[in-house]
């Protein structure tokens, strides 16, 4: 119940093209969805989250998509740059818990 | 604005000696304290949590202890060090439950 799956493991796009990020959850109680992108050697940073109440959200190149009904939301990264290599965890939390649910990660690397 | 400070970035201990990781959050009062270790190529996994001077919840029983002597300020320690307790160290703060989780840079500890 209080997993959270992450597919894949790692993923390897050449620049420009587009990176997909996919979690899975069970929990219904589960009301915030963010991504946070870790370099080497550096904590996490929150890099875009969403609310159920919405089915996408976008900043910049990065865009989450969210389905309730099926319990999935994903992270695409358009026009991706070696830049953007890093992990990607996605993570859930509820209203009045007190921590995240992380998924384990996705390391991605973008060929120049 | 807000910061986190973490200290010591790398941290190589022998085994059965103690251990002290110190983290303080400025520029905010009475926010949730989170450790968080994560192993090479891991995931992050929950160590303690933390909504409040002296209130410490373990997520997972090992010989690792934490404590929030002030409102700002999370430790974490060992009394002896063990092998598997290498790894990836993360402080991070909440400012209440379902928000965004700010990390600080991390410790690197090394058990030898």
């Known amino acids: 119940q209080q997993q959270v799956k992450q597919s894949p493991q790692s993923l390897i796009v050449q620049k420009g093209g587009i990176s997909i990020i996919n979690c899975a959850y069970e929990?219904?109680?589960?009301?915030?969805f963010p991504w946070y992108q870790q370099f080497p050697g550096k904590g996490p940073a929150l890099l875009i989250a969403?609310?159920?109440?919405?089915s996408e959200k976008k900043e910049g190149r990065f865009t989450i998509s969210f389905n309730k009904s099926a319990k999935q939301f994903s992270l695409h990264i358009m026009d991706s740059q070696p830049g953007d290599s890093a992990t990607y965890f996605c993570?859930?939390?509820?209203?009045?818990?007190?921590?995240?649910?992380f998924g384990p990660g996705t390391r991605l690397s973008v060929l120049p | 604005s807000q910061t986190i400070h973490q200290w010591p970035a790398t941290l190589v201990q022998p085994v059965g000696s103690p251990l002290s990781l110190e983290c303080t959050v400025e520029?905010?009062?009475?926010?949730?304290l989170y450790w968080y270790r994560q192993a090479a190529g891991r995931g992050l996994q929950l160590l303690f949590y933390?909504?409040?001077?002296?209130?410490i919840s373990s997520e997972v029983p090992q010989n690792l202890s934490a404590s929030r002597p002030q409102d700002r300020q999370f430790i974490l320690s060992s009394k002896k060090l063990l092998l598997s307790d290498s790894g990836f160290y993360l402080c991070?703060?909440?400012?209440?439950?379902?928000?965004?989780?700010?990390f600080g840079q991390g410790t690197r500890l090394t058990v030898v």
């Open positions: 991070a703060w909440m400012p209440f439950a379902n928000t965004e989780a700010f």
């Open positions: 929990n219904t109680a589960f009301d915030y």
């Open positions: 969403i609310r159920p109440d919405v």
């Open positions: 993570a859930a939390s509820r209203n009045y818990g007190q921590n995240f649910v």
């Open positions: 520029g905010t009062s009475n926010p949730n």
């Open positions: 933390s909504v409040g001077i002296g209130q």
